[in-house]
């Protein structure tokens, strides 16, 4: 069978990242709907070990850039393992988790091969050798169906979206080496500097717990890190907050910040301009809480509580850790 | 130094987007047309270094009717000129069509740098900086929050946001970046400017003339739909007391999410 999926497996610490299962199972899936198989290209320095692991997650196939120039992420040597690694598969669908290293190379490989590029998909199948594939814009508030041909595209699947499967146990998959050693790149990381906080990143929390204007100044916003913390959660925020600097931008969720897809989103004080809803809405379950019981964020919550979010959350927060003690 | 930013138009982002009748596309009668806000930080970034830097800032965009008063607004904010592609056939065209627009204009200018906004707010797409990139054999920084050129103008170190921190790069330039919210804080037009811009030049450019042929994509639209996510919308009432109660209940024992 020809592979028909190569999948970019991205790695952190040893270890697969989450998002990256995703794909694989999805890619898995996709190949086997247009009767192929999947290959999946991991680039690094000593991760020739992950294989087996990728094997288990449905690649038939793993082709291994492991090179001392491939240590840090660069998006050149990258673009070159993955342009060799689709010439060697023959694989017409790439696919990777739309993270900050799949949003940057993706469309450089798009680019480099001529394919069409499907940014953030969250939904996908193969009908009749075309990828039929869903994509939000206007950060959500179209969602547009499309069509490409599956011999060439370059698709990003958004995290948390596509579900994840536990490791088959079979055979060690068949590998192949990837030589970037030639690649000179011009653009190179240094240094990676890790956020000072206990908290997930937004972008990849299963949980988060947003912030608003509610909360009445910066000083307050302690009480959304504390439930935060409590829920395993990761910290958002609305634009007015960010735009105020109670908080770093990186945290606002919404339109021009980001579009995310928890299990469960909290907003607490957060009104719900359509700017801010279009980046959360495809949250599986919604709270609100929040003072003014006719604000538009509660048109889109599972579960509203209208009240003084000074009184709820922080019994909020201790309601959780002992529930969780209590496992 | 020879700056070129990529500037494009989009509607507002408190816009209602509702798919169009046919379903194929998004209705936009009546939105409002603004600067893409990730375009605004890379011009007023681009401003910065020519403040720094001694050089020329020109704006390149590609747009339809409307896009000449983005051009007059970023020229009043100091920008020195502007090159457009004004083809409708390329305002909503595919992101490597794009790219290769956005290159052939670049060539003809042969720019140190070129900045962008890390991503559209219509089409979401995150593409055409690093396709550009590509096209124009370049290296590219993305989701760019910090940028420093070196001296000399042969080199920039830039600081890019990943999931949890942010990755600082060395860059030889030429080189394409893509700016994030949090790079710098754009500035206003003050009337000089204004008054300045309206003599400044405004070159508008055909694809012929760029040696583009028309626009292809092998991507088709079946259908534009809007989200439609059925919710509970279960108020809970009660005391605070009875409303953390009660939803901790809910998520423990109906949601399983605790």
Not at chain 1, 204 to 211: H, Q, R, W
Not at chain 2, 89 to 96: G, Q, S
């Amino acid at each position: 069978m020809a592979h028909l999926v190569l999948t970019i497996v991205e790695h952190r610490d040893g270890q697969i990242r989450k998002s990256s299962l995703e794909a694989l199972a999805l890619g898995k899936r996709l190949a086997a709907e247009g009767g192929g198989t999947q290959a999946a290209l991991i680039v690094g320095k000593g991760i020739s070990n992950l294989a087996a692991d990728i094997g288990a997650r449905g690649a038939a196939l793993v082709a291994i850039a492991d090179h001392d120039i491939a240590t840090q992420y660069s998006t050149e040597v990258y673009a070159t393992a993955v342009q060799r690694a689709a010439e060697k598969t023959g694989a017409g669908l790439i696919l990777e988790s739309a993270t900050a290293q799949g949003k940057d190379l993706a469309p450089r490989i798009a680019a480099r091969l001529n394919a069409p590029y499907l940014t953030d998909i969250v939904d996908a199948r193969v009908e009749n050798g075309n990828l039929v594939a869903v994509r939000p814009e206007y950060a959500g508030k179209a969602l547009l169906k499309v069509s490409v041909p599956i011999t060439k595209v370059v698709v990003t699947t958004r995290p948390n979206v596509f579900p994840a499967e536990t490791p088959q146990t079979q055979a060690a998959p068949e590998t192949t080496s990837i030589d970037v050693s030639d690649v000179i790149p011009r653009a190179r990381v240094v240094k990676f500097v890790g956020a000072s906080k206990e908290t997930v990143d937004v972008a990849e929390a299963e949980i988060i717990v947003s912030g608003g204007r509610g909360l009445k100044g910066p000083e307050n916003f302690p009480l959304v890190f504390e439930l935060a913390k409590a829920l395993g959660a990761g910290v958002g925020a609305s634009r007015a907050v960010v735009d105020a600097g109670w908080i770093d931008h990186d945290h606002q969720v919404g339109q021009t910040g980001k579009t995310v897809s928890p299990t469960l989103y909290v907003a607490c004080g957060i009104s719900g301009a359509i700017q801010h809803l279009a980046g959360m809405r495809t949250s599986k379950c919604i709270v609100a809480i929040n003072k003014d019981a006719d604000a538009p964020i509660f048109k889109i919550a599972d579960y509203g509580l209208a009240g003084d979010l000074f009184e709820i959350l922080p019994r909020l927060t201790e309601a959780v850790k002992k529930a969780k003690g209590a496992h | 130094m020879k700056i070129a930013v990529c500037l494009k138009q989009v509607p507002a982002t408190d816009s209602r987007i509702k798919p169009s009748s046919d379903s194929h596309g998004v209705d936009l009668a009546g939105v409002e047309w603004v600067v893409n806000p990730y375009d605004e930080f890379a011009l007023e970034e681009a401003l910065r270094l020519k403040e720094k830097y001694p050089g020329e800032v020109v704006v390149l965009s590609i747009g339809g009717d409307k896009v000449e008063e983005a051009m007059r607004s970023a020229l009043a904010l100091g920008a020195d000129r502007a090159i457009v592609l004004k083809d409708p056939a390329f305002v909503n065209a595919d992101p490597l069509v794009i790219a290769d627009a956005l290159a052939a204009m670049a060539k003809k200018e042969s720019p140190d740098l070129i900045l962008c906004g890390k991503q559209g707010v219509d089409h979401d797409r995150m593409a055409v900086p690093a396709m550009l990139a590509e096209k124009l054999d370049w290296p590219q920084a993305t989701v760019v929050v910090k940028l420093e050129i070196d001296a000399d103008g042969k080199s920039a170190h830039a600081e890019r946001e990943v999931e949890g921190g942010h990755e600082e790069l060395e860059i030889t330039l030429p080189a394409v970046i893509a700016a994030q919210k949090g790079l710098n804080e754009p500035r206003y037009a003050n009337l000089k400017g204004i008054m300045a811009a309206k003599k400044k030049p405004v070159t508008v450019v055909t694809a012929a003339e760029l040696g583009l042929l028309p626009p292809s994509t092998a991507v088709q639209i079946l259908e534009v739909g809007q989200p439609s996510q059925a919710r509970k919308n279960r108020m809970i009432a009660g005391d605070p007391a009875q409303q953390v109660e009660e939803l901790v209940r809910i998520l423990r024992t109906e949601e399983k999410l605790l």
